[in-house]
């Protein structure tokens, strides 16, 4: 970065050290040789990934969270862009209104959006916890599905799908040859943003969990309530592993720019 | 409004009567409007007078309010652009980003179940009749905008259309580029023979381009036309004014005469009295601004009514009279150059 404003470069260095600076903690930490969540720590070793990996609740908890970010993620998706392609692409009266009611989610309170599940789903319709947790990920994703999606949507030249119909393509056609292609890098990051999202979700989690359905941010929640080892720590590490595996494929794939590009429409 | 002498046999298309309306915005009038067969016809205009909107119903991107058009002898009124067989070309190009220039130029031929071998043949002679065929391989976003235009039109071609429709084409080229490709999308008509609508506000590409010229303001056509019979005598106003007749003189009757510019002459001789249809006034000199090749003279003149307005000569600098701000002068034109308009309304 060879920006010629002082102050922003130095705001922006500051901004990178408080994000990035707690994380080397944690990350040193994870490979204390000791019992106890202390920095320095007291030696070097393993062993906590070890342990980790071989903690049962932890290891179980991931799947669970892995399936309902993947799943809700989809959902959302599948639900998303139907809606942004209304908005954007049909002629509704009072478009903007609209776009704003499917933004709604983002400002209602995730604690009372949850008890609300609760109450409704699992206490008056006896659903299951994990389709609950579905219903309430996928409600919280949908925003981010219609917002992304729909920003790449307002990106895009009409006249290309204009075009496709003009040269003999249904609108069904038209949509899985061009529009969907062009839509890419757009669903790529909605998904991945509501992967995400789903996965650091603490509070909807935390009021819809039960004893067999439980995701990995409540469950070391509750490990952090009861125990002080470095497990969370390494656990913490592994997490940050896969997520910048996951970033790096991205960045391979389809490019930061076009990813986040979308975004900032 | 002139017969127009260019048009023999079936029309290609025919809007009969055809309304649009946005809202309560009217977009195009009750027009009525034969598209000839094998010519190229444009749709001129200023922005907001309905020519895009016209090609927009005519491509079947849009339904008339009311009113019928037919496309070949078939009423086309409310068939979707997919089941019309017309190729379109569009102001911002609209190729497929993530398609090769071939595949771009395919699309339509796969749609149709052409199959490979001839595709392929019916691929290379679109490009190559836009001299792109050692392009065929890139991405639209490796080609500059001329190019990416070429596409465009190969694209469009290469289906066979009945019409090709063409959205100000021109407009996004730098003005050099924009005189080459007049001229080439002239010889590629003339190649295919097809029948072309083009939409432009340059009035100097259409009168360049067009077999026959149509001419909208607010929805409705002023008047259309080969370009000669309507620059030599516009109908209105409008038409008059926007093809670059500056100067309007009433005539003291209800109507007024206007006059090219280049054919209006200031003379230091005194106003002729027995004119016998040509123009002759009297005038003052306001403003003499020299341009090289010729000179443009503001003059204030005085009309038979009475009245007093503004008139504007650029005559040729070489053998141009001396002339400086408050002189004494007289304007004159023959007969053959005054054409002769309905007031204003």
């Not at chain 1, 992304?148 to 006249?159: E, I, K, N, R």
């Not at chain 1, 990813?259 to 429409?265: D, L, R, T």
């Not at chain 2, 097809?194 to 360049?208: C, K, R």
């Given at each position: 970065?060879?920006s010629?404003?002082p102050v922003?470069?130095?705001?922006?260095?500051?901004?990178?050290v408080?994000?990035?600076?707690?994380?080397?903690?944690?990350?040193?930490?994870?490979f204390?040789?000791?019992s106890?969540?202390?920095?320095?720590?007291?030696?070097?070793?393993?062993?906590?990934?070890?342990?980790a990996?071989?903690?049962?609740?932890?290891?179980?908890?991931?799947?669970?969270?892995?399936?309902?970010?993947?799943l809700?993620?989809?959902?959302a998706?599948?639900?998303?862009?139907?809606?942004?392609l209304?908005?954007?692409?049909g002629?509704?009266?009072?478009?903007s209104?609209?776009?704003?009611?499917?933004?709604?989610p983002?400002i209602?309170?995730?604690?009372?959006?949850g008890?609300a599940?609760?109450q409704?789903?699992?206490?008056?319709?006896?659903l299951?916890?994990?389709?609950?947790?579905l219903?309430?990920?996928?409600?919280?994703?949908?925003?981010y599905?219609?917002r992304?999606?729909?920003?790449?949507?307002?990106?895009?030249?009409?006249?290309v799908?204009?075009?496709?119909?003009?040269?003999?393509?249904?609108?069904?056609?038209?949509?899985?040859?061009?529009?969907l292609?062009?839509?890419?890098?757009g669903?790529?990051?909605?998904g991945?943003?509501?992967?995400?999202t789903?996965f650091?979700?603490v509070p909807?989690?935390?009021?819809?969990?039960s004893?067999?359905?439980?995701?990995?941010?409540?469950?070391m929640?509750?490990y952090v309530?009861?125990?002080?080892?470095?497990?969370?720590?390494?656990t913490?590490v592994?997490i940050?592993?896969?997520?910048?595996?996951?970033a790096?494929i991205?960045?391979?794939?389809?490019?930061?720019a076009k990813?986040?590009?979308?975004?900032?429409? | 409004?002139s017969?127009?002498?260019?048009?023999?046999g079936?029309?290609?298309?025919?809007?009969?009567?055809v309304t649009?309306?946005?809202?309560?915005?009217?977009?195009v009038?009750?027009?009525?409007?034969?598209?000839?067969?094998g010519k190229?016809?444009?749709?001129l205009?200023?922005s907001?007078?309905?020519?895009?909107?016209?090609l927009?119903m005519?491509?079947?991107?849009?339904t008339?309010?009311?009113?019928?058009?037919?496309?070949?002898?078939?009423?086309?009124?409310?068939?979707?652009?997919?089941?019309r067989?017309l190729?379109?070309v569009?102001q911002?190009?609209?190729?497929?980003?993530?398609?090769?220039?071939?595949d771009?130029?395919?699309?339509?031929?796969?749609?149709?179940?052409?199959?490979?071998?001839?595709?392929?043949?019916?691929?290379?002679?679109?490009?190559?009749m836009?001299?792109?065929?050692?392009?065929a391989?890139s991405?639209?976003?490796?080609l500059?905008g001329?190019q990416?235009?070429?596409?465009?039109?190969?694209?469009?071609?290469?289906?066979?259309?009945?019409?090709?429709l063409?959205?100000?084409?021109?407009?996004?080229l730098d003005?050099?580029?924009?005189?080459q490709?007049?001229?080439e999308i002239r010889?590629?008509?003339?190649?295919t023979?097809?029948?072309?609508?083009?939409?432009?506000?340059?009035?100097?590409?259409?009168?360049?381009?067009s077999d026959?010229m149509?001419?909208?303001?607010?929805?409705?056509?002023?008047?259309q036309?080969a370009?000669?019979?309507?620059?030599?005598?516009?109908a209105?106003?409008?038409?008059?004014?926007?093809l670059?007749?500056?100067?309007?003189?009433p005539?003291?009757?209800?109507?007024?005469?206007?006059?090219?510019p280049?054919?209006?002459?200031?003379?230091?001789?005194?106003?002729?009295?027995?004119t016998?249809?040509?123009?002759?006034?009297?005038?003052?000199?306001?403003?003499?601004?020299?341009r090289?090749?010729?000179v443009?003279?503001?003059?204030?003149?005085?009309?038979?009514?009475?009245?007093?307005?503004?008139?504007?000569?650029?005559?040729?600098?070489?053998g141009?009279?001396?002339?400086?701000?408050?002189?004494r002068?007289?304007?004159?034109?023959?007969?053959a150059?005054?054409?002769?308009?309905?007031?204003?309304?």
């Open positions: 970065m060879r010629r404003r922003v470069a130095s705001l922006a260095v500051l901004g990178y408080v994000m990035i600076v707690p994380l080397v903690f944690i990350v040193i930490t994870a204390t040789s000791g106890t969540l202390r920095f320095p720590p007291e030696g070097w070793s393993l062993r906590w990934f070890s342990e990996l071989a903690y049962k609740p932890f290891m179980t908890s991931l799947v669970s969270s892995l399936q309902l970010a993947v809700s993620a989809v959902f998706l599948l639900l998303g862009v139907p809606v942004a209304a908005i954007h692409r002629r509704l009266p009072g478009r209104l609209l776009e704003g009611l499917f933004l709604s983002l209602v309170p995730e604690l009372v959006v008890l599940l609760y409704q789903f699992m206490i008056g319709l006896d299951d916890n994990l389709s609950t947790l219903i309430g990920h996928t409600v919280l994703m949908f925003p599905a219609v992304v999606t729909g920003a790449s949507l307002a990106l895009m030249d009409p006249a799908e204009d075009a496709a119909r003009g040269l003999g393509a249904s609108p069904l056609r038209t949509f899985f040859t061009v529009t292609p062009l839509l890419r890098p669903l790529f990051s909605a991945l943003l509501s992967f995400i789903s650091n979700n909807l989690s935390l009021l819809l969990q004893r067999d359905f439980r995701t990995l941010p409540v469950t929640l509750d309530q009861q125990n002080y080892t470095p497990i969370v720590a390494s913490s592994l940050l592993a896969g997520t910048v595996v996951i790096i991205a960045e391979r794939t389809v490019g930061f990813i986040f590009g979308g975004i900032n429409a | 409004m017969a127009s002498t260019t048009q023999t079936t029309p290609a298309a025919q809007f009969r009567a649009q309306k946005f809202g309560d915005f009217t977009a009038d009750a027009i009525d409007l034969d598209i000839p067969d190229l016809t444009t749709l205009g200023p907001g007078c309905g020519k895009t909107t016209s927009r005519l491509a079947g991107y849009l008339p309010t009311s009113g019928t058009i037919t496309i070949r002898g078939r009423d086309s009124t409310r068939i979707p652009p997919e089941k067989n190729g379109m569009f911002s190009y609209a190729l497929f980003p993530h398609m090769s220039v071939a771009n130029v395919a699309y339509g031929l796969k749609l149709r179940k052409v199959e490979s071998a001839e595709r392929t043949r019916r691929v290379t002679e679109a490009l190559e836009v001299g792109l065929g050692h392009l391989g991405r639209p976003k490796q500059s001329g990416q235009q070429r596409v465009a039109v190969a694209r469009a071609i290469a289906i066979r259309p009945d019409l090709l063409l959205d100000e084409p021109l407009s996004n003005a050099r580029l924009r005189l490709m007049r001229s010889r590629i008509q003339s190649e023979g097809l029948s072309v609508v083009l939409v432009t506000h340059d009035q100097d590409e259409a009168l360049e381009m026959q149509v001419l909208m303001k607010d929805g409705r056509i002023q008047q036309g370009p000669h019979e309507v620059f030599a005598a516009p209105n106003h409008f038409v008059a004014e926007f670059g007749y500056e100067n309007f003189i005539d003291g009757h209800g109507a007024e005469l206007t006059v090219r280049e054919h209006l002459v200031v003379t230091t001789e005194a106003p002729q009295t027995d016998t249809g040509a123009l002759s006034l009297a005038a003052t000199v306001l403003d003499v601004a020299y090289g090749v010729d443009l003279i503001t003059v204030e003149a005085a009309t038979p009514g009475g009245e007093t307005v503004r008139l504007l000569s650029d005559t040729r600098a070489a141009a009279p001396d002339l400086r701000a408050g002189d002068v007289s304007v004159q034109a023959p007969e150059h005054l054409v002769r308009l309905p007031l204003k309304s």
